[in-house]
DNA sequence: ATATTTGGTTTATTCTATAAACTACTTTAT
DNA sequence: ATAAAGTAGTTTATAGAATAAACCAAATAT
């Protein structure tokens, strides 16, 4: 038999764990914060955050602050359910038998 | 500042972290209890192997075994540190602050 | 006015993962 | 002895993901 727990592919990526894990923590988080807290660039983090809020991981709230545009991301039930998922899944990987 | 570390793309990989993880414990296994405990196919597994033998994570072994060709693989010093800095990295992605 | 900065999105390219097809050989059945 | 099926892999082709580069729209600074 099989050993191994699949790994959510949305969450296996580091990109995307660092923004669930940010959020898991930040609940609510803008896009610049985003992108410097977790060192991606602009155009990267714009596909990824897309990818989860497609999966009904997070949630996205464009907006308008000092006459700029503020996109807010926040996490889901679903989003948080998949990283407790994940989080245990890892573990059986990095806690070896 | 950022948050997370980097993840080693060789070690994010769910096959090739499956393999390491593995060979952690089992130390010496061969080519098909290692497809069957990762649930892999066979040529996906060949390519990863090679992967993390062309970073010296791992040797490779070719002999025969009854007639049969026997791929046996094994972890190195290299392959263990760093499988060991990989679980503290990602230790800080799914232990939020 | 025009150059730069902010806050992004879209597009194009490179890299990865995977399955499918193939190689080489062995065993078993006829 | 030959054909069919099984073992143990490798190579190749394709689909999907990650990334950088180019772009857009508006605001601010010179």
Known sequence: MIEFE??????????????????????????????EKTGSTAGNLSV????????????????????YPLTTCKITQKGLKAFEVYVTAIKGYINPK
């Open 48 to 67: 990824q955050l897309n990818k989860l809020s497609d999966a009904g991981y997070i949630t996205i709230r464009k907006t308008f602050k000092n006459n």
């Open 6 to 35: 699949e790994l959510d592919p949305l969450l296996h990526s580091q990109l995307r764990l660092s923004i669930i894990s940010l959020l898991v923590s930040q609940s609510e988080s803008d896009f610049v914060f985003i992108k």
